[in-house]
């Protein structure tokens, strides 16, 4: 994909140009602030924009996403966010994000938020969670319940939701999970991904997570 990032913070500028560039996509650019930024989306076809939510200067990442989905309503945005402020969040989703990463952001997170704007799939939420047979994953804290009482995951358990959840109704590889997972080799963890997916099912019993031999696990509604 071709990606814009628009992040006034430069470690973290400099963390997300790396690591798209080792995943194999083009970084068309970098900006600090909305300075020159329209200028540059009007000449270019760009995929998907990594973008502050609270930039410096006269327009704050939320602003700059309203008319940048005047600009192109097809593109990707990803909102960065050191906040987990809900009225911050309830006024970025104005603008029908395909994500949000929460700072400090790792990997883990950046490969799945990837994953999902790769497979043109959008993230449907309401008030800060998504729904999902009779569960409800707050995507800020990062919490399951079921009529209103928590449901305790372990920490691979809720990485391996989430991300069956972000790419709902498309198949992911063992492999790709297990990397996901554990960042092993797939032949040493099959055994260890079959174990977590069993507990999964066991803990959300709603949830259609069906199987397929040599094509991977996928979440279905």
């Known amino acids: ?18 690591s798209l ?12 602030s909305y300075l020159g930024f329209f200028e540059f989306i009007e ?8 973008m502050d939510i609270l930039l410096k200067g006269a327009l704050d990442g939320t602003q700059i996403a309203k008319r940048l989905r005047e600009i192109n309503k097809t593109i990707k945005i990803v909102f960065i966010t050191s906040y987990k402020d809900s009225q911050i969040l309830q006024m970025a989703k104005l603008s029908k994000p395909n994500g949000y990463l929460i700072k400090p952001v790792s990997k883990e997170d950046l490969e ?6 790769e497979t043109n799939t959008e993230i449907e939420e309401n008030n800060d969670y998504i729904t999902i047979a009779t ?13 209103n009482e928590l449901i305790k995951l372990t920490k691979n358990e809720l990485k391996c ?8 109704n498309t198949y992911i590889s063992p492999e790709i999970l297990i990397n996901h997972l554990w960042n092993v ?6 055994n260890s991904l079959r174990e977590l997916v069993y ?8 949830l259609h997570i069906d199987n397929s031999i040599n094509i991977g696990y996928i979440l279905k509604d």
């Open 112 to 117: 799945a938020i990837l994953m999902v704007c």
């Open 1 to 18: 994909m071709n990606i814009i990032i628009l992040e006034d913070e430069a470690i973290m500028m400099m963390f997300l140009k790396d």
């Open 161 to 168: 939701f989430e991300l069956l959840l972000q790419n709902k």
């Open 185 to 190: 080799e797939a032949s040493i963890k099959f």
């Open 199 to 206: 507990r999964i099912r066991k803990k959300l019993p709603n």
């Open 43 to 50: 000449k270019e076809n760009i995929d998907l924009v990594f």
């Open 21 to 32: 560039e080792k995943r194999g996509h083009t970084v068309k650019a970098t900006f600090n």
């Open 135 to 147: 569960y409800k994953y707050h995507i800020i804290n990062k919490t399951v319940e079921e009529n």
